[in-house]
């Protein structure tokens, strides 16, 4: 194994030996150099570390400094200075050196220092990998939209993401606002701090402002131990408040108080603190109407949507379904074997078709749901029978379901849509299916669901009328 390479830069020849011999015994292998040109000139020879003297001929010791973070700003540079050189020693670190020692070391603390130095570095290589990694998965690859409309968004995103303005998302439910939070955070400078995320809407609403700004032991009952707050976590991130329309009105005055003023006070304290974190809300509220109710504070609506997202619903941009289904198809492919790799062009006209009430959140898993229900590797319209049909779970689908329903009902059955004349059932019965197929826009199994009869009836029937 290659042995790990130190610089030891001094102009004393004593020192240097002392360094090399007392780190080559710990299996280090150590480079000397009477001054810091020669040092510079080598860096590409990748040490891990320098041990730089304070004080040489020639460019001194903090210029050699100056010099090396500016092309290697991870390496590790200790400062070896001698007991007068203290304040020096402290300008040192200002510039970037991770510590120093007071000659004659001690040989302890020469190895503890060297030790911490590689420590920190470490961390920091790792730190930044991850970094890296969070945005490669949080980043704008894996965000789908070939529409004109979500173009839009991604320039927008691409526009605020290093500007510390205010961004408030707007949207249906599952139409993506977190996803372009966590875009926005990950792109841009702010990456360098947390993202912390607080869920306005799951809070209870005592506890939102102890979660929010943290509290101090015993401050009320229950809290057992002091708390740090999210917005504290933020410091030099972003505060992401999602469903920023169910925080309540007390709350809302609190948190405009730290948006004008970038303070606030821990629950049961006094003092202030002080965060600077770049804000993001999302909401699938229509705000504004809120503020007309009065049930949200004008002046915060003002401070939060200083650059406002609108995210548009997925039935608005249709022509982001093949794109999206691809992506899920292989987010979730390495699920099944056979692998579900394709959409029969029918199934897709189902899709196509579908309001989608859910957005990208119904799509998605009606996907998955098709892809565990397909026995080959191509979804085709059967797979889809059981899902498409069955709008999801999301409220706005749930009314729409009703409605649906209400209307299949009332054509076949409502004496106001009969007159007088007596009307063969045959007829009743050919409207009735007519009206489920129109009011479905063709969608087959939803039809044969509301109707209350088989999908094969229904398709025997549709034959029999030449209703298609
Ligand atoms: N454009 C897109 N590309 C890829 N995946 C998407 C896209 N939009 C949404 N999704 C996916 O859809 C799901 C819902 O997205 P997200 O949670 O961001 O929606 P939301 O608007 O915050 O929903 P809610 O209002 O219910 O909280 C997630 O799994 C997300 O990854
Ligand atoms: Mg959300």
Same mark, same amino acid.
């Given at each position: 194994?290659?042995?790990?390479?130190?610089?030891?830069?001094?102009?004393?020849?004593?020192?240097?030996?002392?360094l090399?011999?007392?780190?080559?015994?710990?299996?280090?292998?150590?480079?000397?150099?009477?001054?810091?040109?020669?040092?510079?000139?080598?860096? /590409?020879e990748?040490?891990?570390?320098?041990?730089?003297?304070?004080?040489?001929?020639?460019?001194g /010791?903090?210029?050699?400094?100056?010099?090396?973070?500016?092309?290697?700003?991870d390496?590790?540079?200790?400062?070896?200075?001698?007991?007068?050189e203290?304040?020096?020693?402290?300008?040192?670190?200002?510039?970037?050196?991770?510590?120093?020692?007071?000659?004659?070391?001690?040989?302890?603390?020469?190895?503890?220092?060297?030790?911490?130095?590689?420590?920190?570095?470490?961390?920091?290589?790792r730190?930044r990998?991850?970094?890296?990694?969070?945005?490669?998965?949080?980043?704008?690859?894996?965000?789908?939209?070939?529409?004109?409309?979500?173009?839009?968004?991604?320039?927008k995103?691409?526009?605020?993401?290093d500007?510390?303005?205010? %961004?408030?998302?707007?949207?249906?439910?599952g139409?993506?606002?977190?996803?372009?939070?966590?875009? %926005?955070?990950?792109? *841009?400078?702010?990456?360098?701090?947390?993202?912390?995320?607080?869920n306005?809407?799951?809070i209870?609403?005592?506890?939102?402002e102890?979660?929010?700004?943290?509290?101090?032991? *015993?401050?009320?009952?229950?809290?057992?131990?002091?708390?740090?707050?999210?917005?504290?976590?933020?410091? /030099?991130?972003?505060?992401?408040?999602?469903?920023?329309?169910?925080?309540?009105l007390?709350?809302?005055?609190k948190?405009?108080?730290?948006?004008?003023?970038?303070?606030f006070?821990?629950?049961g304290?006094?003092?202030?603190?002080? %965060?600077?974190?770049?804000?993001?809300?999302?909401?699938?509220?229509?705000?504004?109407?809120?503020v007309?109710?009065g049930?949200?504070?004008?002046?915060?609506?003002?401070?939060?949507?200083?650059?406002?997202?609108?995210?548009?619903?997925?039935?608005?941009?249709?022509?982001?379904?093949?794109?999206?289904c691809?992506?899920?198809?292989?987010?979730?492919?390495?699920?099944?074997?056979?692998?579900v790799?394709?959409?029969?062009?029918?199934?897709?006209?189902?899709?196509?078709?579908?309001?989608?009430p /859910?957005?990208?959140?119904?799509?998605?898993?009606?996907?998955?749901?098709?892809?565990?229900?397909?026995?080959?590797?191509?979804?085709?319209?059967?797979?889809?029978?059981?899902?498409?049909?069955n709008?999801?779970?999301?409220?706005?689908?749930?009314e729409?379901?009703?409605?649906?329903?209400?209307?299949?009902?009332?054509?076949?059955?409502?004496?106001?849509?009969?007159?007088?004349?007596?009307?063969?059932?045959?007829e009743?019965?050919k409207?009735?299916?007519?009206?489920?197929?129109?009011?479905?826009k063709?969608?087959?199994?939803?039809?044969?669901e509301?109707?209350?009869?088989?999908r094969?009836?229904?398709?025997?029937?549709?034959?029999?009328?030449?209703?298609?």
């Open positions: 194994m290659e042995k790990k390479l130190l610089f030891a830069v001094d102009d004393d020849p004593n020192q240097r030996r002392i090399s011999v007392l780190l080559e015994s710990r299996g280090y292998e150590v480079i000397g150099f009477e001054g810091g040109e020669k040092c510079l000139e080598r860096l /590409g990748n040490p891990i570390a320098v041990f730089l003297d304070l004080r040489m001929p020639g460019i /010791g903090m210029e050699t400094l100056r010099a090396i973070k500016k092309s290697r700003d390496l590790p540079v200790i400062m070896v200075t001698s007991v007068n203290a304040e020096t020693a402290v300008q040192a670190l200002k510039l970037g050196a991770f510590d120093y020692i007071v000659k004659p070391y001690d040989e302890a603390r020469l190895v503890t220092t060297l030790d911490n130095a590689l420590h920190q570095n470490a961390l920091e290589h730190v990998h991850l970094q890296g990694e969070l945005q490669e998965l949080h980043g704008l690859k894996g965000f789908i939209g070939r529409s004109l409309c979500m173009q839009r968004v991604f320039e995103i691409n526009k605020v993401k500007i510390k303005a205010s %961004v408030l998302i707007q949207g249906e439910s139409t993506g606002k977190e996803l372009v939070a966590r875009a %926005v955070h990950y792109n *841009g400078r702010f990456a360098e701090g947390c993202f912390v995320d607080i306005c809407g799951a209870p609403e005592n506890l939102q102890s979660e929010l700004f943290g509290h101090k032991k *015993g401050a009320f009952t229950g809290a057992e131990e002091s708390r740090t707050g999210k917005v504290e976590l933020a410091d /030099g991130g972003t505060l992401f408040l999602d469903e920023v329309g169910e925080m309540s007390r709350l809302q005055t948190l405009l108080r730290f948006l004008q003023e970038k303070t006070q821990r629950v304290e006094n003092n202030n603190i002080t %965060v600077n974190a770049r804000v993001i809300a999302a909401t699938n509220k229509d705000l504004k109407s809120a007309a109710k049930t949200f504070r004008e002046d915060l609506y003002y401070r939060l949507a200083v650059y406002p997202i609108e995210i548009p619903p997925l039935r608005e941009r249709k022509e982001d379904i093949p794109f999206l691809a992506h899920f198809l292989k987010k979730y492919e390495g699920e099944f074997d056979p692998k790799k394709t959409i029969h062009p029918q199934a897709m006209e189902l899709l196509f078709g579908y309001p989608w /859910g957005n990208v959140r119904q799509l998605e898993n009606t996907l998955y749901r098709a892809m565990i229900n397909s026995e080959t590797d191509c979804i085709d319209k059967d797979a889809l029978f059981d899902v498409g049909g709008p999801e779970d999301a409220s706005g689908a749930n729409k379901k009703a409605d649906d329903e209400h209307k299949i009902e009332r054509i076949g059955f409502d004496p106001e849509s009969v007159p007088e004349k007596i009307i063969p059932f045959d009743i019965e409207r009735t299916l007519a009206n489920a197929i129109k009011v479905t063709g969608n087959i199994p939803q039809a044969a509301q109707l209350g009869i088989s094969s009836t229904l398709y025997r029937l549709v034959k029999k009328y030449g209703l298609r």
